[in-house]
């Protein structure tokens, strides 16, 4: 019984942590991560006091219940129907964390290696999209590598919005991009306060006599170094126990990355939030959050626009990793627009998974 008082109280804290920004306290923001968790033991309580018939079940049934929307974040049940309308226009949107389309991935004696980008490269060609925004973009000026300067041959979303984050050797440009198939008519650019490499950019397209404002974004990362993915990767070895203060410093370290990721996320996300509720036409929103839907972060961003993974079915997990996954890349949309056939891509061309989903945009509706 006091099992199912603690894991009740854990889901409530989750539930609250989407309401209280972590800059004021960072400690509840950390629960998001575990809601998965915490919810298949209220799910087991439930089970096991029903079975038994005490009235123990209601303890983690209500609270379940009241926090239904989070089930509806972590799996879809959609019942839209794949059929897109015949009123309005239909654009089909991408969102893709391409990680720089592997370019430090090296063959031998420092060779260029082509095959993931050329992958995605194929990918993109196979499908028809009209709007595709990515994160951590690269361009290289000498040609090297070529993909600003190639992708407008084989897309049909031939017009071109990149924002810069940094440069290496005035060769390699990154950033973030956005492609349409729609004019540009407007451009702009939403700074961060950070010293890593984030940013937000906002595109104004000209979809048949409407205006419409597309925002890419890559929010905080948590950064996390080559020495903090061997720690993860040997503590959960179990055939190789760390000692004591490995896992001190390594936690130390690791949390250390996350707080602050979490803190640099709030001010960023309020930024974006501000700015879209001044924006007077219809937006989408898409990009790498850094952050899952348990979060200070989606919640804030959710409260006027629509999550697209709803209208797909199953998990949408988006980050691949050796640990259990995480959805921290969306797609999201105004009241303007209906959503279909949500789809979260297969590809391990990046370290994320590709989403894709259909809008329709009606402005008479």
Known sequence: MLLNILAVIALLTIYAGTRISPQNFWPIAL??????????????????????????????????VAGFNHITTLISFSNISRELPE???????????????????YGPRWQLNFTNRDN?????????????????????????????DTLPTFLRAQHAHTGITGTS????????????????????????????????????????????????????????????????????????????????????????????????????????????EQCPYPVILAGDFNDTPHSYAYRVLTRRLSDAFKAGRGMGTTYIWDLPGFRIDYILYSEEFRAYNFKTGSQKYSDHYPISVWLNLDTER
């Open 31 to 64: 629960t998001g991560l575990l809601y998965p968790y915490i919810l298949i033991i209220n799910v087991g309580f439930f089970l096991l006091w029903a079975i038994r018939r005490k009235w123990y079940f209601l303890l983690s049934f209500i609270t379940i």
């Open 87 to 105: 009123e309005g226009t239909n654009i089909h949107i991408l969102s893709y964390n391409v990680r720089v389309f592997d370019l430090y991935n």
């Open 120 to 148: 995605i490269f194929r990918f993109l060609d196979e499908n028809d999209f009209d709007i595709l925004c990515f994160q951590e973009f690269v361009h290289d000026k000498t040609g090297a590598f070529k993909t600003l």
């Open 169 to 276: 050797r005035n060769i390699n440009i990154f950033g973030i991009a956005t492609f349409s198939a729609f004019p540009i008519v407007n451009k702009g650019m939403i700074s961060f306060p950070t010293q890593m490499s984030n940013l937000c950019i906002y595109t104004d397209l000209l979809i048949d006599k409407d205006t419409v404002r597309v925002y890419n974004v890559h929010f905080e990362s948590i950064g996390l170094s080559p020495e903090d993915f061997l720690f993860v990767e040997n503590i959960t070895n179990v055939e190789q126990i760390p000692d004591r203060e490995y896992l001190r410093r390594g936690s130390k370290r690791i949390l250390g990355r996350l707080v602050n990721a979490y803190k640099q996320r709030a001010v960023q996300v309020k930024l974006v939030a501000d700015h879209i």
